[in-house]
């Protein structure tokens, strides 16, 4: 709020993006902001290296998103510190099948269920279907607008079923360059394509980079007037 305060938010929104991500309700409630500032929304994500987990999410709340052949998205399955709920939802499935199956498995299976607490099932199934509702509504109102409504709904089933499903992804800390992104229908645009935008962008990234660790600092949000909001490692501050 504070580095959008100010901004002239007729001429859209440019966001450049690196982050591994982070809450579900935070990046909702992000996107909902931004998409009140800037309706249509009319903002373009520009991701200079990576926009993972809850960044892919965000970038997903853009009409377009500016790559360049070394940036990097990420599946947005949610996750319960190493734990995918897809994957929990997904075990489940398969151990309730194995042991109707055959009853003596149920004794292979107790030990790995046991491992997983009261309700789990239930928090990761309302997890799924919470990061599935907040993609579908970002590509049906945002990016996919437009299209026409088999189209539409032929991209957010592909989107979500590579992004949103381990089936698909394998990996949460899976690395999608824009090869892939465009392949399952996503709007993107090559930053090699633009040359003094590439410049501009990776200069400004590349000087994040070098300064954010030598200050401690651990998140900054930056406007194109200087309007700065920072959190630093205080933790680790040497006297």
Same mark, same amino acid.
């Given at each position: 709020?504070?580095?959008?305060?100010?901004?002239?938010? !007729?001429?859209?929104?440019?966001?450049?993006?690196?982050?591994? @991500?982070?809450?579900?309700?935070?990046?909702?409630?992000?996107?909902?902001?931004?998409?009140?500032? *800037?309706?249509?929304?009319?903002?373009?994500?520009?991701?200079?290296?990576?926009?993972?987990? @809850?960044?892919?999410? #965000?970038?997903?709340?853009?009409?377009?998103?500016?790559?360049? %052949?070394?940036?990097?998205?990420?599946?947005?399955?949610?996750? *319960?510190?190493?734990?995918? %709920?897809?994957?929990?939802?997904?075990? *489940?499935?398969?151990?309730?099948?194995?042991?109707?199956?055959?009853?003596?498995?149920?004794?292979?299976?107790?030990?790995?269920?046991?491992?997983?607490?009261?309700?789990? #099932?239930?928090?990761?199934?309302?997890?799924?279907?919470?990061?599935?509702?907040?993609?579908?509504?970002? #590509?049906?109102?945002?990016?996919?607008?437009?299209?026409?409504?088999?189209?539409?709904?032929?991209?957010?089933?592909?989107?979500?079923?590579?992004?949103?499903?381990?089936?698909?992804?394998?990996?949460?800390?899976?690395?999608?360059?824009? @090869?892939?992104? $465009?392949?399952? @229908?996503?709007?993107?645009?090559?930053?090699?394509?633009?040359?003094?935008?590439?410049?501009?962008?990776?200069?400004?990234?590349?000087?994040?980079?070098?300064?954010?660790?030598?200050? &401690?600092?651990?998140?900054?949000?930056?406007?194109?007037?200087?309007?700065?909001? &920072?959190?630093?490692?205080?933790? !680790? $501050?040497?006297?």
């Amino acid at each position: 709020m504070a580095a959008i305060h100010g901004m002239d938010r !007729n001429i859209g929104l440019d966001l450049i993006l690196h982050t591994p @991500g982070g809450d579900l309700a935070a990046t909702e409630s992000l996107i909902e902001y931004l998409w009140t500032m *800037f309706p249509g929304p009319d903002i373009r994500v520009i991701i200079p290296q990576m926009a993972m987990s @809850g960044g892919t999410l #965000l970038a997903l709340a853009s009409k377009e998103i500016i790559m360049g %052949a070394h940036s990097s998205i990420g599946p947005v399955d949610p996750q *319960f510190g190493e734990v995918s %709920a897809a994957n929990v939802v997904t075990e *489940f499935e398969r151990a309730k099948q194995d042991i109707v199956a055959d009853p003596n498995l149920a004794g292979l299976w107790g030990p790995i269920l046991q491992r997983y607490g009261p309700t789990l #099932l239930t928090v990761s199934e309302h997890a799924v279907k919470w990061a599935d509702d907040i993609a579908k509504h970002l #590509l049906t109102n945002g990016m996919f607008k437009d299209l026409d409504e088999t189209e539409r709904q032929a991209r957010i089933e592909k989107v979500i079923g590579q992004l949103g499903r381990p089936a698909e992804s394998k990996s949460h800390n899976r690395h999608i360059g824009i @090869g892939l992104a $465009t392949e399952i @229908g996503l709007m993107t645009v090559s930053l090699e394509d633009h040359q003094d935008l590439q410049d501009a962008v990776l200069s400004l990234h590349h000087a994040f980079m070098i300064s954010m660790p030598a200050s &401690l600092t651990v998140k900054i949000v930056q406007n194109h007037k200087g309007v700065t909001v &920072l959190d630093s490692n205080v933790a !680790n $501050t040497i006297d």
